[in-house]
């Protein structure tokens, strides 16, 4: 059965940090993972999705890491900014569905 | 602009009530799902549908059902049944089931309070 973990569960940085959220998962037979942002009372919004054979994808200040192999997942924000603020979801899309971890909670203070 | 509308944003239901929540995409996609969150608990699976009159039992899909009638259209009923039907409720699309390539897309979500 597939997991996905994210650690930490919320992080706190000052604005203009560069920084890493992490995701990890335990089956490694997966079609792609995506990463969501999710701001209060609001549903989510993909913002990469790197396919299985892929390593990186990257988006403006975004940048998402996959390595299959020790299943791991990094998303790198830079230069961050307070809109940053909102909870970041990675999920793994295998053979039968798509399995969430249960997110990073971020807050860029200004 | 594409994309997935739900409605209405907020409900409120008493307790024996079934309630109906409803999902249209104008995507054109094909696999379209309900999710429940909760806080602290993620996203879990309620049911999907890879195709028009067809779908299937998720994770926790005891005391709701669903219909896929139509291909932008995915309803979700709440039954009686279910213990704890008060959550957030998302719904989502995607243009493939099983494709290495199309992301999720998800509606705004519908917040159900049952007292």
């Known amino acids: 059965k597939q997991e996905v973990t994210q650690i930490p569960a919320a992080l706190s940085v000052p604005e203009g940090e560069n920084l890493v959220l992490n995701c990890s998962f335990t089956d490694s037979a997966i079609y792609n993972l995506q990463w969501f942002r999710q701001d209060p009372g609001k549903g989510l919004t993909s913002l990469l999705l790197?396919?299985?054979?892929?390593r990186e994808q990257t988006s403006g200040r975004l940048n998402a890491s996959l390595d299959k192999s020790s299943g791991r997942s990094t998303l790198y924000i830079a230069a961050s900014q307070p809109g940053d603020s909102a909870t970041y979801l990675c999920a793994v899309q295998g053979a039968q569905k798509l399995v969430f971890g249960q997110g990073t909670r971020l807050t860029i203070n200004p | 602009d594409g994309g997935i509308t739900q409605s209405p944003k907020y409900l409120f239901r008493k307790e024996g009530q079934n309630v109906t929540l409803s999902c249209e995409q104008n995507l054109n996609h094909d696999a379209m799902y309900w999710y429940r969150q909760d806080p602290g608990q993620g996203l879990r699976l309620i049911y999907y549908s890879q195709i028009v009159n067809d779908f299937q039992k998720g994770d926790i899909a005891e005391g709701y059902s669903v219909s896929r009638e139509k291909k932008e259209s995915f309803p979700l009923t709440v039954t009686s049944a279910q213990k704890n039907p008060t959550a957030f409720y998302l719904c989502?699309?995607?243009?493939?089931?099983?494709?290495?390539?199309?992301?999720?897309?998800f509606g705004n979500g519908t917040r159900l309070t049952v007292t």
């Open positions: 989502a699309s995607t243009q493939m089931w099983g494709s290495y390539n199309s992301p999720l897309h």
């Open positions: 790197i396919q299985s054979s892929q």
